[in-house]
């Protein structure tokens, strides 16, 4: 499974580029907010940094203005994807992009009837959020089982199944053993994945051993 951070946090996306775990990134309007900075700019920057696909998103709610949008974001770098909203217009889009050999990611998802649309429409990464189900009483992890089984059922279908709106340690591994191709990732979540309090103590013992031996390896 591919690890994407879901962040416009250029500092943080160093440190993961640095620990060689990271496949790409995303961004949204409320994380490039978050940034306080210029979108093109930063998503330039971004883009710089990571090699692999970085999603950006457009802002307009009609297809027309979407496209304009998608032109701009695209010549930005070679590894921008548009990420788009499963609206009727997002899809719209996505095929008309798709046809032109850009990369798409629709996002918003949050039904195994939106995915299966956004498959039709050629989406090249269909992002539902896991999260935000969750956050309303709904089974996120159902979703992505849903949607896995559907597309499993025509091979034909080349769109991958992004998870999104990721919150904790066990939506990453659910979506591993589910066989999702990506999960993008909050930092404090990678962070979290990272961390293990037996680890920790284990760390701290085999250390305060070493001090006894009085030795050093330089
Ligand atoms: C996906 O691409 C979105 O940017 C993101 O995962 C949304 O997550 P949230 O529900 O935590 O805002």
């Not at 956004?118 to 992505?144: C, N, W």
């Not at 990721?166 to 999702?180: D, K, N, S, W, Y």
């Not at 979290?192 to 009085?214: C, N, Q, V, Y």
């Amino acid at each position: 499974m591919q690890f994407f951070v879901d962040t416009a946090d250029t500092t943080e996306i160093k440190e993961f580029v640095e620990m060689g775990i990271l496949d790409g990134v995303t961004t949204n309007p409320s994380l490039i907010a978050k940034s306080g900075r210029k979108f093109l700019e930063v998503v330039a920057e971004i883009c710089a940094l990571v090699k692999g696909p970085v999603s950006a998103e457009v802002t307009a709610l009609d297809t027309p203005t979407m496209l304009k949008e998608a032109k701009v974001l695209s010549k930005i770098a070679k590894n921008v994807v548009i990420k788009l909203p499963l609206t009727t217009d997002g899809l719209k889009a996505c095929r008309t992009l798709t046809d032109a050999g850009v990369k798409t990611n629709v996002t918003l998802c949050f039904s195994a009837a939106q995915a299966l649309l956004a498959a039709k429409a050629g989406a090249t990464y269909i992002s539902p959020f896991v999260g935000r189900l969750d956050d309303i009483g709904q089974e996120g992890m159902g979703l992505i089982a849903e949607i896995k089984q559907m597309y499993k059922q025509y091979p034909a279908i080349e769109t991958q199944i992004l998870v999104a709106s990721t919150r904790h340690p066990r939506h990453i591994v659910q979506a591993a053993m589910m066989g999702a191709d990506v999960a993008t990732i909050p930092p404090s979540v990678l962070r979290t994945l990272i961390k293990h309090p037996l680890t920790d103590r284990g760390l701290e013992s085999f250390m305060a051993d070493w001090k006894k031996t009085g030795q050093s390896i330089l």
